[in-house]
């Protein structure tokens, strides 16, 4: 089968950290094969096409760029491989809107077997039923001078109705070694790189077999050993590494405070109707939420609440309900507000019910909370981003169908 001397990444500001931990997986096992990433299109075709593979990575809401793309380089004669949420949502058609190769699920190995010559015979590479060990890889490239937030746990075992995650990642919770993490902090630190972040979908979740239960004796050891030997700042239960509402306990709390270097852990909350966190399927309910709230208020942190509006299935009671709520918190618990509008995205539950519309009362109530510095995010950005989503699926179907 074709190897490949050079892969290139087609890189933008969404998938910086899909790309980082492939290329610290490919470089730690081939040490003649060209990495590059590049964001230019035109760029890429100066180099030449027998011996290249192209990569892409992206969000549902640049399927049309890059549907483009994709059928300029292979007018070329490139080979074009894709991964990623999208992606692993509808492979089949990603091979008909002209892919060579698609990647589903977890990627590092299986882009080592394709650089390696393997071809499966239906295009796809499944790193699904095939999930990788968080040890075997690395989360960084040293040599390329990648650096970014150490994944320390992959998967989550909820499903909720808007998320790609269970998806992607599956359900079944991985957590990188606390010795390795320590390890790749060492090399971060002797690039000066003194500030820790931690990629997972629920950080109080770290270490715990489900992924929910908090172990803050694991989280100790953790914190511990990352500040021992170098990091200057921890940040733990903030961007990238949320926090769910059910993993918040005094115990917990009290171990993350002691090492953290911010005042503040983001909640995932979403709603403040109980019916609405059904539909979602949310695994809590709003009591959960406050209860929450209380035990970081009374160790000394508020939170940043993350909410989701504009979902089409919402009456005005749902909304009027989220918004009493949202006062409520903010009097009671000093929160804040990460707002966000709903956006549809393939292979999810809530795919089909359409983009996110905000209403007036929408727009009144977010700018006040805004206008107060309570809130922020891109709920603005996110309603137009939200229509390219859907979209998206729309024309993935479409230039399947057409192909």
């Excluded at 977890?106 to 650089?115: A, K, S, T, V, Y």
């Excluded at 010559?117 to 999930?131: A, C, L, T, V």
């Excluded at 003194?194 to 803050?216: D, E, H, L, M, Q």
């Excluded at 019916?275 to 000394?300: D, W, Y």
Aim: glycine share 8%; aromatic share 12%; hydrophobic share 40%.
């Amino acid at each position: 089968m074709e190897k490949f001397r050079r892969l290139i990444f087609s890189t933008n500001k969404h998938n910086r950290y899909s790309i980082t931990p492939l290329v610290g997986a490919i470089l730690s096992k081939f040490h003649d094969i060209e990495i590059l990433e590049i964001k230019n299109l035109s760029e890429i075709t100066q180099y030449p096409v027998t011996d290249t593979a192209v990569a892409f990575s992206f969000m549902t809401f640049d399927v049309e760029n890059v549907a483009e793309e994709v059928k300029f380089l292979k007018e070329k004669g490139y080979t074009v491989i894709a991964g990623g949420p999208h992606v692993t949502a509808m492979p089949e058609d990603m091979l008909k809107m002209g892919f060579d190769y698609v990647f589903i699920g977890d990627g590092e190995e299986n882009i080592l077997e394709f650089l390696d010559g393997e071809r499966p015979e239906n295009r796809i590479f499944d790193g699904i039923s095939k999930r990788v060990n968080l040890n075997d890889f690395p989360p960084i490239c040293e040599k390329k001078r990648l650096f970014m937030p150490i994944e320390i746990t992959r998967g989550c075992p909820f499903d909720c109705g808007y998320c790609q995650t269970p998806r992607l990642a599956g359900k079944i919770v991985r957590h990188r070694s606390i010795e390795q993490i320590v390890e790749y902090e060492k090399i971060s630190v002797r690039y000066k790189k003194n500030v820790a972040r931690f990629i997972t979908p629920n950080a109080f979740g770290y270490g715990s077999k489900n992924g929910v239960t908090p172990k803050p004796e694991i989280v100790d050891e953790l914190l511990f050993k990352v500040k021992s030997v170098g990091v200057k700042e921890i940040y733990f239960g903030t961007f990238p590494s949320d926090v769910r509402p059910e993993s918040v306990t005094d115990e917990m709390v009290k171990v993350v405070k002691k090492y953290v270097d911010h005042d503040y852990v983001v909640l995932g909350a979403q709603s403040g109707s109980d019916r609405i966190l059904q539909i979602l399927r949310r695994g809590h309910n709003v009591e959960k939420i406050e209860e929450a709230l209380e035990i970081l208020a009374q160790n000394g942190f508020y939170a940043k609440v993350d909410f989701i509006f504009g979902f089409p299935f919402e009456t005005k009671e749902d909304v009027e309900i989220t918004f009493k709520f949202i006062e409520k918190i903010v009097q009671k618990y000093n929160a804040k507000i990460h707002a966000h509008t709903f956006m549809p995205l393939p292979g999810t539950p809530l795919s089909n019910v359409g983009p996110g519309v905000l209403k007036q009362y929408h727009y009144k109530f977010l700018g006040q909370l805004a206008s107060q510095g309570i809130l922020d995010g891109y709920w603005l950005k996110q309603e137009e981003l939200a229509k390219k989503a859907f979209r998206g699926i729309q024309n993935t179907r479409m230039f399947a169908s057409n192909s």
